[in-house]
């Protein structure tokens, strides 16, 4: 058998921080092929290149600053050269460009090339919402799975342990996952659940901007506490409307559900941003720009992804939590009204 070739198509902060991972597990089994091609959006850094960075001194130094990647992480700026012969491909960008991506790689796909998402966030779909994955997997005739859970970035490239969720109908495929991305500090359970898995990484990050909100009006834990209990139910709830095929509520007890949930509600550029967006005024378009670093910020735009279906299907209602979080962004809410969606919450009525 020819060594299974990974791609990694993207290189931010978590795509270097799998790479680090991915470029090390390659070398220690027969399985893969130890080069594994980095797909880097090609940035100038003080007058140099990223990928020559990259490939010179092994550090992502925009994204990922202060890790060394293992040398046979190669970063190359062109989306066809890396993808082309891939038999994995591992999608790990913000989630607003992955269309362009999937046309520029959709014809150079290798016969039975499979991939994984670990992107957070939804599309826009004629009929209401759509998945990343399933973006994927109808520009490039793919199988995909989905990997969610409580990583951030930081802490999984400092080898901090954590546990994940891969969300995967084809068991041998999630044994491969498991055999590219486990380590002792990064336990991976697989479920088959994936609608579900992905979905609640999208849906996480509108709950963390309702917890940051909570921060800068100075509630207390107490408040964040309901935040993420409420936001969790109105998680389940769209899930249910729009998950394909049955739900199961034990994938929210997952590291995709309440753990990565908690994380993103204590730790993530989320809470932090909207705690920023509440003390100094500014919108979230500013903060983001000056906060980030180039980082992008999934919450707010998956909450007007996520509004929009609501009111299509007449349920902005049955989802105070979810429709506060968007007319606060971007309508004008005045955020002191916070408070209101939660007291008045379908779940005390
Ligand atoms: N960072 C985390 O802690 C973390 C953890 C788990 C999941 N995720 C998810 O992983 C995904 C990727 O996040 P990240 O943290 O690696 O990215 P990031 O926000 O750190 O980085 C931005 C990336 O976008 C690229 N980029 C910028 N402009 C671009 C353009 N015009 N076209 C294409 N690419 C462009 C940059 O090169 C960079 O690689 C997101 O969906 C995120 O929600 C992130």
Known sequence: MPPTRVCIIGSGNWGSAIAKIIGK????SNRFDPIVKMWVFEEIINGKKLT??????????KYLPGHKLPHNVVAVPDTVEAATGADILVFVLPHQFISRICDQIAAHMKPGAFGISLIKGVD?????????????????????????GANIASEVADEKFCETTIGCKNEKHGQIFKELMQTPNFRITVVDDCDTVEICGALKNIVAVGAGFCDGLNFGDNTKAAVIRLGLMEMVA??????????????????????DLITTCYGGRNRKVAEAFVRTGKSIEELEKEMLNG??????????????????????????LFASVYQTCYEGRVVQEFISCLQNHPEHM
Request: charged share 30%; with cysteine; proline share 3%.
């Open 25 to 28: 597990n390659v070398q220690r």
């Open 52 to 61: 020559e960075i990259i490939n010179k001194d092994h550090e992502n130094v």
């Open 124 to 148: 826009e779909g004629p009929e209401g919402l759509k998945l990343i994955s399933d973006i994927i997997r109808e520009k490039l005739k793919i199988e995909v799975s989905v990997l969610m």
């Open 238 to 259: 769209f899930a249910k409307l729009f998950c394909r095929g049955s739900v199961s509520i034990a994938t929210f007890l997952e590291s995709c559900g309440v753990a």
């Open 295 to 320: 980082q992008k910020l999934q919450g707010p735009q998956t909450s007007a992804e996520v509004y929009k279906v609501l009111k299509q299907k007449n349920m902005v209602d049955k989802f105070p």
